[in-house]
């Protein structure tokens, strides 16, 4: 049973640039949602997908947007990235209309900005 | 507000102990608790859930414990060993997303 998955590992970037994180759902699940975790922090929710819509938002900017695809694999946008954006960026997938609202977790994407 | 947070930031255990690690939440309309354990450089592992028309659930070597009336849930690890260090969250729902507390560091000493 394929876990959630998710790409790069590791990224650096430099102030101004645009990146894009990948993810794909562990296997069975239609939703992914995508998190934020600073060092030393929990995670904070920035956005849901299912049915390649964004179904919530968190408190984040523009600047950060997503996308679903058909196989419900999904990306994660960040323009104009600042120095703030470094972080862990986490995946997690569930099924919607599921018995539990349990999301289960990619091991992240550590974005650095310089 | 929402807010679901932890008393103790740290906590330091003899391997063969066990651990209690607490949480307190502020949504009284919550009916649904997860407690993450995360590891160094790892996304966060679903440990065990439980839900409020529940006191009490129990895992492998884990437990969790939840008092509605004082909105505190607590996870319990028996027997700790030196696999169990990590950070541990709690977490709850909130429409679709998660809101997590700030984290609990569990050290175990051997």
């Known amino acids: 049973d394929a876990g959630v998955t998710q790409s790069p590992t590791h990224l650096i970037k430099t102030r101004g640039q645009q990146v894009t994180l990948r993810c794909s759902p562990k296997?069975?699940?239609?939703?992914v949602s995508w998190y934020q975790q600073a060092l030393g922090q929990g995670p904070q929710f920035i956005f849901q997908y299912y049915e390649e819509e964004e179904r919530q938002r968190g408190n984040f900017p523009d600047r950060f947007s997503g996308h679903q695809f058909p196989n419900y694999s999904s990306e994660l946008n960040v323009n104009a990235l600042l120095l703030g954006d470094s972080a862990l960026y986490l995946c997690?997938?569930?099924?919607?209309?599921?018995?539990?609202?349990?999301?289960?977790f990619g091991p992240g994407t550590r974005l650095t900005v310089l | 507000g929402e807010s679901v947070g932890l008393h103790l930031p740290t906590l330091s255990v003899q391997e063969g102990d066990n651990s209690i690690i607490n949480c307190a939440y502020s949504n009284s309309a919550s009916d649904y608790f997860i407690w993450y354990k995360q590891e160094s450089g790892k996304g966060p592992q679903f440990i065990i859930d439980?839900?409020?028309?529940?006191d009490k659930r129990q895992g492998q070597r884990v437990t969790v414990l939840l008092n509605k009336t004082v909105k505190h849930l607590s996870l319990q690890i028996a027997a700790t060993q030196p696999g169990d260090s990590a950070v541990y969250f709690c977490?709850?729902?909130?429409?679709?997303?998660?809101?997590f507390g700030a984290g609990t560091i569990l050290r175990v000493k051997s």
């Open positions: 439980i839900r409020s028309n529940m």
């Open positions: 977490a709850e729902p909130y429409g679709n997303k998660l809101v």
């Open positions: 296997s069975g699940h239609d939703t």
């Open positions: 997690a997938s569930s099924l919607a209309g599921g018995f539990t609202d349990t999301q289960y």
